[in-house]
């Protein structure tokens, strides 16, 4: 369904360059959930941002469903509304004015006159309210006089309005206390199976990831260091980076117990062909000379010069 290659975005501010996501390869099969792991700042909003035609690539390909997103002609092929985004924070992509009527049908405004006439269209809201938890008589009020987990279920509401078929699901219930968190979890769960959806998950919390994800990248600083299924990265972690990422929770991985040594001095060098070189406890000469090995996308695979 999709298809990243070498995809590269670089930021410029001032003088200053930021390479947010490295020369990533990553393909997603239909109905999967991919999750995108990582610390802040690790380039997976970035990512989420490119398939979702938020953000441009500064190189690479991307392709859904063998339409190459961003060649301009090619895009026009693509449905407007197949790919839908839902964000952490709904305070913020709600607009605070307007009411949860307008606000979960607004991207029908995108689409050709006929869907956005349809006679159905008050029908299509109230069904899709209903199913995401919230009662018909919400539909004239305003964000403000919801929870964060309404107000969440609002704008998953909206991103399904357009009947999408593939859904960036960014960080979306990490501004949610834990009891609501499972609660929406589990409605994107059963939706993805009613609706037969594809959906990128990223999160920066194993445990989520766990949960909801059949395969899982974990990126650092830009890149893909590795990727596999979720239960063979929970069981087996290959990067060393992973590996400190799962032993942070040593009750609830017990394969990954041993706590890697942190102490390793961070070396002076700034340019080196491993992103993970500065903070890796296991590093050597060769992971400042040599590039690491590309994670392919379909099996187990991870990105170090240790395999
Ligand atoms: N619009 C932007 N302008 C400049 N730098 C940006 C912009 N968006 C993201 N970045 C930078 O790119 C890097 C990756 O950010 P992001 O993709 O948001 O990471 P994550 O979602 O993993 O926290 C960060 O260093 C961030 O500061
Ligand atoms: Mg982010």
New binding site residues.
Partial sequence: MIDIHQVRKT?K?GAMK?D??KDTNLSIQQGETVGLV??????????GKMLSGLETPTDGMIAYKGIELWKKKKFKRLRPGEIQTVFQDPQSSLDPRMRVKDIILEPLLALNSKERKEKGKMERLIYLMKRVGLKEDHMNRYPHEFSGGQRQRIAIARALITDPQFMIL?EPTSALDISVQAQVLNLLKELKREKNLTYIF?SHNMSVIRYMCDRVAV?YK?KIVEIGPVQSIFQNPKHPYTKILLSSLPSLFEETKEKINFSHPPSLSSESACVFYQKCPLRQEICLKEPCYQPASENHTFSCHLQ
Wanted: aromatic share 6%; charged share 15%.
């Fill in positions: 930021f501010t930021i947010a996501v990582g610390e802040s700042g690790s380039g997976k909003s970035t990512l960014d990223i990126m830009g």
